[in-house]
């Protein structure tokens, strides 16, 4: 039996190729929509990818299902409670796949999603009693559990699927080994839960004494701790999650279209007629100059995650990229079935070298410079764009919270007839809100470099939540 795990840092995403040499035959779970790495695995090893298992119907990203199933022929497996346009195996509680060293036993795990399962893998040649590991989707992370609010326009209430999920993890998967490894589909800086571990395999035994959701307790307490404090979750989760239900055409398809490179005065004529221009660079290179009006979502960070909450999915969107980036930034905008690029400015900001009247830039200050300016007679007002949780452990005294999943909603709150300092915790959140409020002819503006780690290293006052040194 051979199995590997392969992660997407900028997703925090996990998917597995679990492959029977014996019978050269390979199982693909939770892929990602550029598949690439599963074929060429597959191919080293000899074997054939035959199936693929989606956990549930993910909502963060756009999952590789249709790609392999078109690629390969490949047989799409659903736990039995999903509903989709395409044809897949609804797989049951107790469901096997058996190969001569390997099987694959379905255990129905509702409450992150209704659809939820977990997959028992068994390595025949060394036990066919236990199994050796477990695929936990989002039911199960290290550290936490799949978060189970994110289905409540779908006609499911966190409570319910709270309560489902507490008898999912009691029922289902606290009873397995304390030594089966579990492997779940995201790790940390996902937004399906609140306290992933950046470790990206423990085993139940190690969930069962340290993770808090797993704890002893009341189905009524788990729902409770379960469904508090839960991140805000981006605007395209809901459409990612009913794309993964539908046919679709496959990534190839769409990034056909992306791969264009466009004029300028295309781009601006594209612009006018409501296209959003999408600059990929690193914050420091943005900030020194810029196509006006354009939002910068650095391919360096969170990059799929920002672009799907602050971009339109309904509008068209124009790539700016350092040349030979473009088609890595079309890649992961389609990650998240973001397939609407329609090209990239030809030449990037070299276009612009004949155009100074196009060009802005963001004055970036150090902390010490912000420092001088709040104890000027008209200090600027201080946005910390940080989550409400973030902000209520440490920040600038006198800040104004607006974190930015909800920055263009509150966009009346921002002052317009004072300066502005915007800022994050390291840099790279403040260059897109910077970039937003732009957008709404807010120009009297500055950007604190390093966020307020920066301000912190220079050890200026910061108001403090008295338990966040604990923290």
Known sequence: ??????????????????????????????????????????TKLGVTIRHVFLTHFHADFVAGHLELRDRCGADIRIGAQGK??????????????????????????????????????FDLAKNSEKP???????????????????????GWTAQQLGGYLYDSLRNNLLPLPDETLVYPAHGAGSLCGKHLSSDTV???????????ALQPMSKEEFIHIVTADQPDAPAYFNYDAVLNT???????????????????????????????VLDVRDSAEFSKGHLA????????????????????????????????????????????????????????????????????NTERVSAPMLAEELASPQPPVVVDIR?????????????????????QERIA???????????????YRSSIAASILNQYGITNLIELAGGIAAWEAAKFPLLTKPSAAAL
């Not at 492959?19 to 892929?31: G, H, K, L």
């Not at 990034?255 to 296209?275: F, P």
């Not at 709150?413 to 840099?427: D, N």
């Open 246 to 276: 539908r046919e679709r055409p496959t990534l190839d398809e769409s990034l056909q279209k992306s791969h264009r490179a466009i004029e300028l005065d295309e781009v601006l004529a594209m612009g006018d007629a409501g296209a959003q």
């Open 387 to 407: 989550t409400p949780r973030e902000w209520e452990l440490k920040h600038l005294i006198g800040s104004l919270n607006v974190p930015l999943t909800h920055l």
């Open 84 to 121: 989709a346009e395409y044809a897949f195996i609804p797989m049951h509680d107790g469901d096997k796949l058996e190969f001569p060293g390997v099987r694959l036993q379905v255990l129905e795990t509702p409450g992150h999603t209704i659809e939820s399962i977990s997959i028992l893998v």
């Open 1 to 42: 039996m051979f199995l590997k795990q392969y992660y997407l840092g900028c997703l925090a995403h996990a998917s597995y190729l679990i492959a029977d040499e014996a019978s050269a035959t390979a199982i693909v779970v939770d892929p990602q929509r550029d598949i690439q790495q599963y074929l060429d695995d597959a």
């Open 202 to 212: 423990s085993t139940i035994g190690d969930q069962r004494r340290f993770n808090y």
């Open 293 to 360: 009006g354009s939002i910068n979502v650095g391919l360096g960070g969170q990059f799929a995650t920002w672009a799907g909450t602050v971009l339109d999915r309904t509008r068209p969107i124009v790539i700016v990229a350092e040349p030979g980036r473009e088609n890595e930034a079309a890649l992961r905008l389609g990650r998240i079935g973001f397939d609407h690029v329609k090209g990239y400015l030809k030449d990037g900001m070299g276009a612009l070298s004949d155009r100074p009247d196009l060009v802005w």
């Open 132 to 154: 050796c590991a477990v695929l936990t989707g989002d039911t199960l992370f290290i550290g936490d559990v799949g978060r189970p609010d994110l289905r409540a326009s779908l």
């Open 413 to 427: 709150e921002i002052p317009r007839t004072r300066r502005v300092a915007v800022h994050c915790a390291g840099g």
